[in-house]
Structure formats: C-alpha cells, structure tokens
C-alpha cells in the first residue's frame, strides 16, 4: 500500500502528448481534459512544442541536442508516466507525432508506464493509428497500461472552451487518467 503522505510529498507526474498541431484539435482538447481530472497526489503538464522539434537525424545527437529535443527529454525523464492522443493522418500516425516518438528511441520511454486516449469520434476510428502506436511503444520498451488506453469518441460539439464536456467521454478519460496514475503509483513503490 502506497503511504498517502508520500504522494502529497511526491506526486505522481504525467506528461500528456498530443500528436495534432491542429488549433482546436480534439486530441489537445482530451489532453487539457486530462489535465483537469488528473486525481489528488498527481499532477499533469501538457507538452506543447511537437513543432518545435527538428526533423529527427542521428547525426545531432554527435554534434549538440537541439534544445526543442533536450527539453522534451528532460520532460520526459522528470515524469512517472505519459499520456498519448493522436489523430490519424492518411491511415497512420501523423509524421510531426511519429518524429517526436523517433526522438524517444533509447531514451525518455524506457520502462515508462504509457496510456492513450483515442478520439475518433467514429467506433473504429484511427485503430491502426493506436495499433502503430502500440508497434512502437514496444519498440521503445515502454510500460503500456492496458487499462489506461481508451477510446473515447468525441464529436466537434462534445468540446466547449478547449476541453471534452461530453460527461461519457470525460467519465473515459478520468478513467486512463486514473489507471496510469495507480499503475506509476504502484511501479514507484516497487522500485523503493
């Protein structure tokens, strides 16, 4: 059992991802919903520079990281697990989302309990989406939480004021949220 005073003292931190640079994208707007049903003992950052990474090459990680690269990391590295939504793009990951994930391999997802919240607002919507995702994530060797990867389907007047309102989509994503939490919860105990 996790002593809720070392919660308070150290609160389980998400990092939220979204894979759209969309203005008023559904995905962001899941996220920003997230954020705000993130359970006590926890706390949520958004990341909002995907374009700002460079197009991932190898060769600068020889010479200097760029910083938009070294800040995502460092992100990355200060949280206990992330949160993912993305839309589909032409049948797959949108390539600016692909590129940040590119910048993760060997480091910033490793062992990392990860969770996503998928938006389609259609039943099957953007699964082979997720399903590359999930390639990936095992690539990478994240900790993927079953429980905490949802879909969600949200409609364009199921958002008002840059969040989800729709009360069955905002129930899903609380519960992702809660799921990841109580899995990081668990993974930092065992670590101790």
């Known amino acids: 059992m996790v002593d809720p005073?070392?919660?308070a003292i150290h609160p389980v931190k998400l990092l939220l991802i979204g894979g759209s640079l969309r203005t008023g994208s559904s995905n962001t707007a899941a996220l920003r919903t997230a954020q705000a049903l993130v359970p006590r003992g926890a706390s949520?950052?958004?990341f909002e520079r995907l374009a700002d990474l460079p197009h991932f090459n190898p060769d600068l990680e020889l010479t200097?990281?760029?910083e938009p690269v070294a800040a995502l990391r460092a992100q990355l590295a200060a949280a206990d697990a992330v949160l993912f939504s993305t839309p589909e793009y032409a049948g797959a990951l949108p390539g600016s989302f692909k590129n940040?994930?590119?910048?993760?391999?060997?480091?910033?997802l490793y062992r990392k309990p990860v969770g996503w919240v998928n938006v389609s607002p259609h039943e099957h919507g953007a699964q082979r989406t997720y399903e590359m995702l999930r390639v990936v994530l095992g690539y990478v060797n994240a900790d993927l939480v079953e429980e905490a990867c949802v879909?969600?389907?949200?409609r364009r007047d199921a958002m008002a004021g840059g969040v989800v309102v729709d009360l069955t989509a905002r129930e899903l994503i609380r519960s992702a949220v809660v799921a990841l939490v109580a899995h990081a919860?668990?993974?930092?105990?065992?670590d101790r």
């Open 5 to 7: 005073s070392s919660t």
């Open 64 to 66: 200097a990281v760029p």
């Open 151 to 154: 879909h969600a389907l949200v």
């Open 100 to 108: 940040l994930l590119d910048w993760t391999v060997g480091e910033g």
């Open 44 to 46: 949520a950052q958004l």
């Open 185 to 190: 919860r668990t993974v930092r105990s065992s």
